[in-house]
């Protein structure tokens, strides 16, 4: 009996070295993903209404010019990349008090100013701004920018110009378990980034769980271990908006808690309720 002890003792032990995290050293890297100046026109962007590339106003050589209720429309990959900022320059002119000038975002939930010019910064000087962290354009496939206009009629401009977006790439968590390679056994799983089937994901986000559902986590009660399944990589999966770190500890683990015998060849436990039928004090 001491002897299974002390070998249990060992395995725990070996375990924990292995997951015990380690200092990451690689940090994320701002990397721009698309930029466009216009000067050569607005090829890639899909346009509406009266729009063409003019010399004048321009930051230099030409911009877009965008009358009335015109507009262009751009989708850009974000995929593999968080953090995702928009940088933009805009003018107009001749708008009168219910016209504006629009720079706007779509995440797949509509659409979103980032930036309006109005009646009195329409004298054809170049406006620009930056939205930083935009929410839900992280590792989106279908992320859109558009220059837009509301003018009344086609007198009233909108000229869009150098527009630029960037995003994180290479980010892993601040502690991220370093796996030692060993002869036998399954190959770990790489970490965030890493070249694996599936990665990176490409639904968007929207699945319903049957299994350990958040009710089942937060407030449940468990009798019997829970369906492999329940761990599957359900269909539509998105990549995570977020990185987090912290820490897990379990409460009155020796008490709760279902247990399912698979073997017990020496009868160690019976038939009652036994400390090893359940979790050891977990904190990590």
């Given at each position: 009996?001491?002897?299974?002890?002390?070998?249990?003792?060992?395995?725990?032990?070996?375990?924990?070295?292995?997951?015990?995290?380690?200092?990451?050293?690689?940090?994320?890297?701002?990397?721009?993903?698309?930029?466009?100046?216009?000067?050569?026109?607005?090829?890639?962007?899909?346009?509406?209404?009266?729009?063409?590339?003019?010399?004048?106003?321009?930051?230099?050589?030409?911009?877009?010019?965008?009358?009335?209720?015109?507009?262009i429309?751009?989708?850009?990959?974000?995929?593999?990349?968080?953090?995702?900022?928009?940088?933009w320059?805009?003018?107009?002119?001749?708008?009168?008090?219910?016209?504006h000038?629009?720079?706007?975002?779509?995440?797949?939930?509509?659409?979103?100013a980032?930036?309006?010019?109005?009646?009195?910064?329409?004298?054809?000087?170049?406006?620009?701004?930056?939205?930083?962290?935009?929410?839900?354009?992280?590792?989106?496939?279908?992320?859109?920018?558009?220059?837009?206009?509301?003018?009344?009629?086609?007198?009233?401009?909108?000229?869009?110009?150098?527009?630029?977006?960037?995003?994180?790439s290479?980010?892993?968590?601040t502690?991220?378990?370093?796996?030692?390679?060993?002869?036998?056994?399954?190959?770990?799983?790489?970490?965030p980034?890493?070249?694996?089937?599936?990665?990176?994901?490409?639904?968007?986000?929207?699945?319903?769980?049957?299994?350990?559902?958040?009710?089942?986590?937060?407030?449940?009660?468990?009798?019997?271990?829970?369906?492999?399944?329940?761990?599957?990589?359900?269909?539509?999966?998105?990549?995570?908006?977020?990185?987090?770190e912290?820490?897990?500890?379990?409460t009155?683990?020796a008490?709760?808690?279902?247990?399912?015998?698979?073997?017990?060849?020496y009868?160690?436990?019976g038939?009652?309720?036994?400390?090893r039928?359940?979790?050891?004090?977990?904190?990590?």
């Amino acid at each position: 009996m001491k002897k299974s002890f002390i070998g249990v003792c060992i395995g725990i032990l070996l375990i924990a070295s292995c997951l015990l995290p380690a200092r990451a050293g690689v940090q994320a890297q701002t990397a721009t993903i698309y930029t466009a100046n216009f000067n050569s026109g607005y090829s890639g962007w899909t346009s509406s209404g009266n729009v063409s590339s003019v010399a004048t106003p321009s930051i230099a050589p030409n911009s877009v010019r965008i009358r009335g209720t015109a507009s262009i429309t751009r989708t850009i990959s974000t995929v593999g990349y968080t953090d995702i900022s928009v940088t933009w320059n805009m003018a107009a002119s001749s708008l009168e008090s219910a016209d504006h000038c629009y720079v706007e975002v779509n995440t797949g939930s509509g659409w979103t100013a980032i930036g309006t010019l109005n009646d009195g910064q329409d004298n054809s000087s170049f406006f620009g701004g930056t939205a930083n962290n935009i929410a839900g354009a992280n590792q989106n496939a279908n992320f859109q920018v558009r220059y837009r206009g509301n003018g009344a009629t086609t007198g009233d401009y909108c000229y869009a110009e150098d527009i630029t977006v960037t995003g994180a790439s290479g980010a892993v968590p601040t502690n991220t378990p370093t796996f030692t390679p060993t002869p036998q056994g399954p190959t770990p799983t790489p970490p965030p980034g890493g070249s694996v089937p599936g990665d990176p994901l490409t639904g968007n986000g929207s699945v319903t769980r049957t299994l350990l559902t958040y009710n089942d986590l937060m407030t449940g009660s468990s009798s019997a271990p829970v369906d492999d399944s329940a761990f599957a990589l359900p269909a539509n999966a998105a990549m995570p908006d977020h990185v987090f770190e912290g820490r897990l500890e379990l409460t009155n683990e020796a008490t709760s808690g279902g247990f399912s015998e698979v073997k017990d060849t020496y009868r160690y436990t019976g038939s009652g309720d036994n400390p090893r039928k359940h979790l050891p004090e977990f904190s990590f």
